[in-house]
């Protein structure tokens, strides 16, 4: 099976945001490690030249020493005679263990300095590393809800993962190699030219066409790895969401068809991967048979050369069998190196495309904007005002209009209505996960937006319909948020929540490990250790999202006792599965399509005989009694519902 390539990248826009994308990266990040920049070019720099004193030096010891055709520093390339002649021992013996050093110290020397680079450049790709995976994870954090809404995790995880690691190789490996590669290739040119020029140019022949060769598989090889970054992120994106639904899929018995959708994926990965591949491994041979057609070709002119005595053709002067040595090993690394800058280009081009990805992410524009004069928000009495809130999400559909009521510090205020009749987003925005596009939401007269997030959610405890937990134990996930708070807070917490009975017969009690996302825990247990942590906060505003929606009916009870205690002196906000645990409540809101339908109390609401009567009738199992136009408003709001869901 096979995925097309053709659907839009995720994060296309975000790559088309960041500009000059690598040069980004050495401007904001390479500042903070320039030691180790330094370190890293001046060890390659020194490293390169002390591993080219062995052919030099060996080119030398067959002329000056051998043949003693000239003095041997007469023989040394580029160096002035004056500055190395008194050092140099006048017999050939001498010279002999003069070479031998040199050599010595070459290798000697040139190891030290290739651990220096090496720490040099891995010290400055690590911390590079670590500083853009972590700025990334916090920009995207920081994100409002509508960016998580359209992105899978992961696709989210490729690039905090992926990328992030890709950039570290091309920063350790690829610098590295580029300034190896360049300080060769210069020294060994410098030299070629010193012993002869005219050898030399025939040397560089294949250069003009090796460079040329790079710019055309640059630009076929740059779009692959676009689609290739993309299909990893789809690939993550269906292995995570099938890891975290595995129960449903077993009890579902659609194993066949989870591997086929795998495998769809793979394949598109697999399809665009190989596509890369097979550009890039034509690429390197052809490299190599320039740069080998260059060596036969500077082998055949120079060996001609030493054998006849003169330059063959046009070519005048002399060439030792000294110099050829040094000339053909030189060339050899030097033509070789050429080709090897291909695979820098081809590194370069991954992390292009992968930095792209991460500061398009970062340049994400949030809906959330912080007002930087913002004030802490102050609780005193926790009167809450909702005035004419609209709010629709980016597609434009609205979700809530008009929305307006007040509740006292206090009171318990209870929304209710059908599914998708707007009841969670209506208590998101009092958290900012969203901003409202028109009306105001205000705390003791202080608007919601001209009050700092942190001092917000600070103030706002919210248990949701969806409990989440954290790989860890029961203790951390109870604390959490509350990381200061001492062991008998914990336990009364868990206590009010009314979970310490079953964490106690837990194998570990409250240290016991319940595995990533609370899989060993039910459902109902989750729930309850997600009431304890809001309780724990003490929060001078509650959220309670439908809190008891995963527990029986007992303990359902159980829990409503201690929520009672806990709502009885701070302002609540209830959305309830049953609405006979919100009919006390001081004012319950119906929804109804995004819009209020009805309000007041429970006894009130009864009386109007509206949509609160007839979704407490659904509850006392009165459907019979349930009028016709009720039964139809139902089912064209699950249809509606559906469609959206399609």
Known sequence: MSTSLDEDDPFEEQRERADNPMRRLFSEYGGDNTLQFVVGVVASIAARVLDLIPPVVLGVAVDAIFRDEKAFA???????????APYIPASQTGQFYLAIGLIVFGFFGGAAFHWVRNWGWNSFAQHIQHAIRTDTYDKMQRLNMDFFADKQTGEMMSILSNDVNRLERFLNDGMNSFFRLSVM???????????????????LVPVPLIALFT????????????????????LNSRLENNLGGIQVIKTSNTEEFESDRVDDSSMGYFDANWDAINTRIKFFPALRIIAGIGFAVTFFVGGLWVLEGTGPGPLTGTLSEGEFVTFILLTQQFIWPMAQFGQIINMYQRARASSARIF??????????????????????????????????????????????TVDGGDTLALVGPTGAGKSTV??????????????????????????????????????????????????????????TDDEALVEAAKAAEAHDFIQNLPEGYDTE??????KLSGGQRQRLSIARAILKDPDILVLDEATSDVDTETEMLIQRSLDRLTRDRTTFAIAHRLSTIKDAEQIVVLEDGRIVE??????????DGLYAHLWGVQAGEIDELPDEFVERASRRQARTEAQND
């Open 185 to 203: 290739v210069l020294a060994i040119a410098a030299i070629l030219f010193s012993y002869n020029w005219q050898l030399a140019l025939i040397a």
């Open 514 to 519: 319940i595995g990533e996302r609370g899989v």
């Open 74 to 84: 007469e023989a040394l390339p580029v160096v002035p005679t004056a500055w190395v």
């Open 215 to 234: 710019w055309k598989f640059v630009e076929i090889i740059q779009p692959k790895y676009g689609e290739v970054r993309s299909s990893v992120g789809q």
């Open 599 to 608: 309000r007041g109390t429970h006894d009130d609401l009864l009386s109007e």
């Open 360 to 405: 398009g992410l970062m340049d994400e524009p949030s809906r959330i904007v912080e007002d930087p004069d913002a004030d802490d928000l102050v609780v005193s009495d926790g009167r809450v005002e909702y005035d004419d809130v609209t709010f629709g999400y980016d597609d434009g559909e609205t979700i809530i209009e008009d929305v307006s009521f």
């Open 427 to 484: 208590l998101k925005l009092l958290l900012r996960m969203y901003d409202v596009d028109e009306g105001s939401i205000e705390v003791d007269d202080q608007d919601l937006r001209e009050v700092t997030i942190p001092s917000l959610r600070q103030s706002v405890g919210y248990v949701s319909q969806e409990t989440f937990m954290f790989y860890g134990t029961v203790k951390e996930n109870i604390a959490y948020g509350t990381f200061d």
